[in-house]
């Protein structure tokens, strides 16, 4: 009735989320703006949920240094660039932080 070998085939767990889509709009409402890293798929995951929202503005890095912002659909297919995360413009300039920022000058 039991047999000594199995079908099963165990998987690896998956690793937690590194940043919760909230604690990282957070972090950049309070500094204004965040770098992304090109390898880190898991943030620049949230921040494309959190664009389509209107909550972020999206701005790929470019091999010469500068940033072209990148519209709701463009920001799947350049995964493989830094990125730079901004809070958006709801009155006045891109990137501005709440209250003076979170760090002292």
Do not use: C
């Not at 209250?99 to 000058?105: D, E, I, K, L, V």
């Amino acid at each position: 009735m039991f047999e000594p070998e199995t079908n099963v085939v165990a998987f690896k767990p998956r690793k937690a989320v590194a940043h919760h889509p909230r604690s990282l709009m957070e972090r950049i409402y309070a500094a204004g703006s965040l770098s992304v890293r090109a390898d880190d798929r898991a943030t620049k995951a949230a921040a494309v949920m959190l664009q389509a929202l209107g909550f972020l503005v999206i701005e790929e890095i470019l091999a010469d240094g500068t940033p072209r912002r990148l519209q709701r659909g463009e920001a799947r297919q350049a995964m493989d660039r830094p990125w730079r995360l901004s809070k958006p413009a709801f009155s006045g300039e891109i990137g501005i932080p709440d209250g003076g920022g979170a760090f002292p000058a």
